[in-house]
Protein backbone atom coordinates (compact mmCIF):
# COMPACT_ATOMS: atom_id res chain seq x y z
CA UNK A 1 0.00 0.00 0.00
CA UNK A 2 3.30 2.35 -0.44
CA UNK A 3 1.91 4.40 -3.25
CA UNK A 4 0.18 7.48 -2.50
CA UNK A 5 -2.52 8.85 -4.33
CA UNK A 6 -2.48 12.51 -5.66
CA UNK A 7 -3.76 15.70 -4.15
CA UNK A 8 -4.88 18.68 -5.54
CA UNK A 9 -4.28 21.80 -3.30
CA UNK A 10 -7.36 22.12 -2.52
CA UNK A 11 -7.42 18.62 -0.72
CA UNK A 12 -3.74 19.26 1.48
CA UNK A 13 -5.20 22.09 2.67
CA UNK A 14 -9.07 20.82 3.15
CA UNK A 15 -7.11 17.69 4.99
CA UNK A 16 -4.00 19.78 6.32
CA UNK A 17 -4.31 18.90 10.20
CA UNK A 18 -4.96 15.17 9.91
CA UNK A 19 -2.76 15.05 7.31
CA UNK A 20 -0.72 16.33 10.58
CA UNK A 21 -1.52 13.54 12.46
CA UNK A 22 2.40 11.51 12.12
CA UNK A 23 0.41 7.53 12.16
CA UNK A 24 -2.08 9.05 9.60
CA UNK A 25 -0.28 11.22 7.18
CA UNK A 26 -0.46 11.47 3.36
CA UNK A 27 -0.46 7.86 3.46
CA UNK A 28 -3.25 7.73 6.17
CA UNK A 29 -5.38 10.41 3.27
CA UNK A 30 -4.62 7.97 0.36
CA UNK A 31 -6.32 5.09 2.09
CA UNK A 32 -9.23 7.48 3.11
CA UNK A 33 -9.70 8.73 -0.76
CA UNK A 34 -9.91 5.35 -1.75
CA UNK A 35 -12.33 3.77 1.43
CA UNK A 36 -15.31 2.63 0.24
CA UNK A 37 -18.26 3.30 3.37
CA UNK A 38 -21.82 2.14 3.51
CA UNK A 39 -23.54 4.46 6.15
CA UNK A 40 -26.71 1.96 6.90
CA UNK A 41 -29.31 4.42 8.69
CA UNK A 42 -29.35 7.68 8.39
CA UNK A 43 -30.97 8.30 11.49
CA UNK A 44 -29.31 9.06 15.27
CA UNK A 45 -26.13 7.50 14.61
CA UNK A 46 -26.02 7.42 10.53
CA UNK A 47 -26.15 11.88 10.70
CA UNK A 48 -23.36 12.06 12.46
CA UNK A 49 -21.25 8.77 11.54
CA UNK A 50 -21.43 10.08 8.05
CA UNK A 51 -20.88 13.31 8.31
CA UNK A 52 -17.37 13.12 9.84
CA UNK A 53 -16.64 10.32 7.71
CA UNK A 54 -17.26 12.48 4.64
CA UNK A 55 -15.49 15.47 6.28
CA UNK A 56 -12.71 13.49 6.96
CA UNK A 57 -12.24 12.64 3.01
CA UNK A 58 -13.80 9.19 2.17
CA UNK A 59 -13.84 8.45 -1.67
CA UNK A 60 -17.16 7.03 -1.48
CA UNK A 61 -20.18 7.32 1.10
CA UNK A 62 -23.40 5.39 0.36
CA UNK A 63 -26.33 6.30 2.24
CA UNK A 64 -28.79 3.33 2.96
CA UNK A 65 -32.00 4.47 4.02
CA UNK A 66 -35.83 4.38 2.76
CA UNK A 67 -37.56 6.05 5.25
CA UNK A 68 -38.92 9.72 5.21
CA UNK A 69 -37.97 11.92 7.76
CA UNK A 70 -40.28 12.83 10.73
CA UNK A 71 -40.54 15.80 12.87
CA UNK A 72 -40.07 13.43 15.75
CA UNK A 73 -36.38 12.73 14.04
CA UNK A 74 -34.92 15.84 14.50
CA UNK A 75 -34.00 16.13 17.79
CA UNK A 76 -31.24 13.78 17.01
CA UNK A 77 -30.81 13.11 13.22
CA UNK A 78 -28.81 16.13 13.29
CA UNK A 79 -28.22 16.11 9.06
CA UNK A 80 -32.50 16.39 8.77
CA UNK A 81 -33.79 20.37 8.80
CA UNK A 82 -36.87 21.86 9.15
CA UNK A 83 -38.20 21.91 5.73
CA UNK A 84 -36.59 18.44 5.52
CA UNK A 85 -39.75 16.45 6.87
CA UNK A 86 -41.21 14.39 4.68
CA UNK A 87 -38.35 14.00 1.98
CA UNK A 88 -36.51 10.90 1.85
CA UNK A 89 -33.47 10.40 4.91
CA UNK A 90 -30.90 9.68 2.05
CA UNK A 91 -31.70 12.38 -0.50
CA UNK A 92 -31.41 14.73 2.49
CA UNK A 93 -28.19 13.34 3.71
CA UNK A 94 -26.95 12.94 1.06
CA UNK A 95 -27.19 16.90 -0.12
CA UNK A 96 -26.02 18.30 3.54
CA UNK A 97 -23.00 16.01 2.55
CA UNK A 98 -22.28 17.66 -1.11
CA UNK A 99 -22.24 21.00 0.11
CA UNK A 100 -19.73 19.51 3.03
CA UNK A 101 -17.36 18.22 0.88
CA UNK A 102 -17.88 17.69 -2.78
CA UNK A 103 -14.15 15.70 -2.76
CA UNK A 104 -16.41 12.94 -2.02
CA UNK A 105 -18.67 10.86 -4.14
CA UNK A 106 -21.51 10.95 -2.32
CA UNK A 107 -25.08 8.46 -3.01
CA UNK A 108 -28.45 7.67 -1.70
CA UNK A 109 -29.64 4.63 -1.86
CA UNK A 110 -33.33 3.90 -0.47
CA UNK A 111 -33.48 0.85 0.27
CA UNK A 112 -34.89 -1.38 3.15
CA UNK A 113 -31.85 -4.03 4.07
CA UNK A 114 -33.23 -7.57 3.90
CA UNK A 115 -31.89 -11.07 3.72
CA UNK A 116 -32.17 -10.89 0.18
CA UNK A 117 -30.31 -7.63 -0.79
CA UNK A 118 -27.88 -7.50 1.79
CA UNK A 119 -24.64 -9.54 0.78
CA UNK A 120 -24.83 -7.50 -2.73
CA UNK A 121 -25.26 -3.87 -1.33
CA UNK A 122 -22.49 -4.75 1.38
CA UNK A 123 -20.25 -6.55 -1.49
CA UNK A 124 -17.34 -4.41 -2.35
CA UNK A 125 -17.26 -1.96 0.55
CA UNK A 126 -14.30 -1.15 2.58
CA UNK A 127 -16.17 -0.73 5.94
CA UNK A 128 -19.84 -0.70 6.75
CA UNK A 129 -21.24 1.57 9.66
CA UNK A 130 -24.40 0.08 11.68
CA UNK A 131 -26.69 3.14 11.82
CA UNK A 132 -29.57 0.73 12.26
CA UNK A 133 -32.50 1.41 14.83
CA UNK A 134 -33.41 -2.38 15.06
CA UNK A 135 -32.34 -5.59 15.74
CA UNK A 136 -33.61 -8.01 13.16
CA UNK A 137 -31.60 -5.87 10.59
CA UNK A 138 -28.94 -5.34 12.18
CA UNK A 139 -28.34 -9.03 12.62
CA UNK A 140 -28.90 -9.42 8.45
CA UNK A 141 -26.49 -6.78 7.93
CA UNK A 142 -23.71 -8.89 10.36
CA UNK A 143 -24.53 -11.61 8.80
CA UNK A 144 -23.96 -10.06 5.03
CA UNK A 145 -20.78 -8.84 6.09
CA UNK A 146 -19.07 -11.32 7.66
CA UNK A 147 -20.03 -13.89 4.58
CA UNK A 148 -18.13 -10.87 2.28
CA UNK A 149 -15.54 -10.64 4.44
CA UNK A 150 -16.43 -7.04 5.03
CA UNK A 151 -15.53 -5.26 8.52
CA UNK A 152 -18.74 -3.90 10.03
CA UNK A 153 -18.91 -1.34 12.96
CA UNK A 154 -21.71 -2.37 15.65
CA UNK A 155 -23.08 0.94 17.46
CA UNK A 156 -27.06 0.70 19.39
CA UNK A 157 -28.37 3.40 21.77
CA UNK A 158 -31.14 4.23 24.29
CA UNK A 159 -31.46 6.80 26.26
CA UNK A 160 -28.67 7.70 27.43
CA UNK A 161 -26.55 4.71 26.71
CA UNK A 162 -25.02 3.35 24.43
CA UNK A 163 -22.70 0.79 23.20
CA UNK A 164 -19.91 0.23 20.22
CA UNK A 165 -17.76 -2.64 19.20
CA UNK A 166 -15.95 -3.41 15.78
CA UNK A 167 -16.45 -6.49 13.91
CA UNK A 168 -13.46 -7.67 11.69
CA UNK A 169 -14.35 -10.89 9.90
CA UNK A 170 -12.44 -14.09 10.70
CA UNK A 171 -10.39 -11.74 13.42
CA UNK A 172 -13.15 -11.41 16.19
CA UNK A 173 -16.46 -11.79 17.28
CA UNK A 174 -19.30 -10.87 15.62
CA UNK A 175 -22.67 -9.40 16.32
CA UNK A 176 -24.47 -12.96 16.58
CA UNK A 177 -21.36 -13.81 19.07
CA UNK A 178 -21.96 -11.55 21.19
CA UNK A 179 -25.74 -11.31 21.36
CA UNK A 180 -26.68 -14.84 20.46
CA UNK A 181 -29.94 -14.25 21.21
CA UNK A 182 -31.53 -10.97 20.00
CA UNK A 183 -32.21 -8.31 22.13
CA UNK A 184 -36.38 -7.48 22.92
CA UNK A 185 -37.40 -5.08 20.14
CA UNK A 186 -38.75 -1.55 20.76
CA UNK A 187 -40.23 0.56 18.11
CA UNK A 188 -40.30 3.71 19.71
CA UNK A 189 -37.06 3.91 22.20
CA UNK A 190 -36.48 6.87 24.22
CA UNK A 191 -33.12 8.83 22.83
CA UNK A 192 -31.69 11.68 23.73
CA UNK A 193 -30.13 13.18 20.08
CA UNK A 194 -26.07 13.89 22.55
CA UNK A 195 -25.96 10.66 23.31
CA UNK A 196 -26.44 9.34 19.55
CA UNK A 197 -23.98 11.53 18.29
CA UNK A 198 -21.46 10.75 20.73
CA UNK A 199 -21.44 7.08 19.74
CA UNK A 200 -21.81 7.73 15.61
CA UNK A 201 -18.60 9.68 16.35
CA UNK A 202 -17.23 6.81 17.62
CA UNK A 203 -18.53 4.91 14.76
CA UNK A 204 -16.59 7.38 12.36
CA UNK A 205 -12.97 7.11 14.39
CA UNK A 206 -13.61 3.18 14.26
CA UNK A 207 -13.83 2.87 10.51
CA UNK A 208 -11.02 5.71 10.01
CA UNK A 209 -8.95 3.46 12.05
CA UNK A 210 -9.83 0.33 10.02
CA UNK A 211 -9.16 1.82 6.99
CA UNK A 212 -6.05 4.06 8.10
CA UNK A 213 -4.59 1.00 10.29
CA UNK A 214 -4.07 3.99 12.92
CA UNK A 215 -4.72 2.55 16.51
CA UNK A 216 -6.52 -0.14 18.03
CA UNK A 217 -10.16 -0.65 16.64
CA UNK A 218 -12.47 -1.98 19.45
CA UNK A 219 -12.14 -6.19 18.38
CA UNK A 220 -13.41 -8.39 20.51
CA UNK A 221 -14.21 -5.43 23.01
CA UNK A 222 -17.93 -3.86 23.82
CA UNK A 223 -17.51 -0.44 25.05
CA UNK A 224 -20.76 0.55 27.04
CA UNK A 225 -21.24 4.09 27.45
CA UNK A 226 -23.42 5.70 30.21
CA UNK A 227 -24.31 9.30 29.94
CA UNK A 228 -26.00 10.16 33.18
CA UNK A 229 -22.28 9.64 34.64
CA UNK A 230 -20.14 10.25 31.81
CA UNK A 231 -18.71 6.64 32.46
CA UNK A 232 -17.47 4.30 29.73
CA UNK A 233 -17.29 0.53 30.57
CA UNK A 234 -15.30 -1.91 28.40
CA UNK A 235 -16.72 -5.62 28.05
CA UNK A 236 -14.16 -8.08 26.48
CA UNK A 237 -16.25 -10.25 24.07
CA UNK A 238 -15.44 -13.48 22.63
CA UNK A 239 -15.42 -15.42 19.45
CA UNK A 240 -18.16 -18.68 20.05
CA UNK A 241 -17.14 -21.82 18.09
CA UNK A 242 -20.77 -22.76 17.53
CA UNK A 243 -21.49 -19.32 16.25
CA UNK A 244 -24.87 -19.84 13.66
CA UNK A 245 -23.04 -17.24 11.58
CA UNK A 246 -19.26 -17.00 11.91
CA UNK A 247 -18.23 -20.16 14.34
CA UNK A 248 -16.28 -23.16 12.96
CA UNK A 249 -18.61 -25.79 14.35
CA UNK A 250 -22.08 -24.32 12.74
CA UNK A 251 -24.77 -26.76 13.03
CA UNK A 252 -26.26 -27.51 9.42
ZN1 LIG B 1 -20.14 -15.06 15.23
Given at each position: MGENMRFSSAELERYDRQIRIKSLGKSGQSKLKKARVMVAGAGGLGCPAS?????????YVAIVDKETVELSNLNRQVLHWGDDVGRLKSVSTVEKLRQLNPEVKVEAVPENITSNNARKLVSGFTVVVDGLDNW????????????????????????????????????????????????????????????AGILGLLEALETIKIITGLGEPLVGRMLHFDGETVGFQEIRVERRRDCP????????
Open positions: LYLVAAGMGRTRFILNKACVKEKVPFVHAGIYSLYGQITTILPGKGPCLQCILPKTPPEEEKFPVLGATVCGSKREA
